[in-house]
């Protein structure tokens, strides 16, 4: 069984289209999380949720919008799609806040491709 | 804070040989740091994590060494083997909800 599983892999979507990506944890975690990985590889978080209380939501543009309508998914929907959108979206969760050591999880990351 | 960065962005070693990946940190208040070993197509995967009132950690083939005086942090693979080729990133974490990650070192172990 997949531990943090997200939906779809890959999404190659036009500019200005919207477009949503979803995660599910079954590891009965508190805190889910959305981290952006660039070009470069480097990795910056977006948000993160807390029993469906958001508590990290870092400098995103408001076209990012998460919504967890439970503890165990966190989706991100995304409105009005640039080109700078394009990189590899990962989900991930831990037992508790701030947990993000040997306590937490990746999801396999969304390819994000705008054209 | 997010000042972290890698020194090396490709490391190439021989099968069998050590590996030594740096990160260098700028926030003296980080008090954890962990590394990741990130493998293609797959999303980050701890390997070892250090608290700052330790200077060594030791886990099963790889060691973590933190050096608070220069801000600097390595991570060491013993007897490197071909699985072990995957990208290595750091993390720090200074503010309780937040991990600010490196950009990442590309280990490539030669056969």
């Known amino acids: 069984d997949t531990a943090v599983s997200q939906t779809p892999k890959y999404l190659v979507t036009q500019m200005g289209n919207d477009k949503s990506i979803k995660c599910e944890q079954n590891?009965?975690?508190?805190?889910m999380y959305w981290y952006k990985q660039d070009s470069k590889k480097f990795l910056k978080i977006m948000f993160s949720?807390?029993?469906?209380?958001?508590?990290i939501n870092e400098t995103v543009p408001n076209r990012f919008s998460p919504k967890s309508p439970d503890k165990a998914h966190l989706n991100l929907h995304i409105n009005s799609l640039e080109l700078g959108d394009s990189a590899v979206y990962f989900c991930?969760?831990?037992?508790?806040?701030?947990?993000?050591?040997?306590?937490?999880?990746f999801g396999q990351g969304t390819r994000l491709t705008v054209v | 804070g997010e000042n972290v960065g890698l020194h090396l962005p490709t490391l190439s070693v021989q099968e069998g040989d050590n590996s030594i990946i740096n990160c260098a940190y700028s926030n003296s208040a980080s008090d954890y740091f962990i590394w990741y070993k990130q493998e293609s197509g797959k999303g980050p995967q701890f390997i070892i994590d250090i608290r700052s009132n330790m200077d060594k950690r030791q886990g099963q083939r790889v060691t973590v060494l933190l050096n608070k005086t220069v801000k600097h942090l390595s991570l060491q693979i013993a007897a490197t083997q071909p699985g072990d080729s995957a990208v290595y990133f750091c993390?720090?974490?200074?503010?309780?909800?937040?991990?600010?990650f490196g950009s990442g070192t590309k280990l490539n172990v030669k056969p």
């Open positions: 590891l009965g975690h508190d805190t």
């Open positions: 991930a969760s831990s037992l508790r806040r701030g947990a993000l050591g040997v306590e937490a999880f």
């Open positions: 993390a720090e974490n200074n503010n309780f909800n937040k991990f600010y």
């Open positions: 949720y807390n029993n469906k209380e958001l508590i």
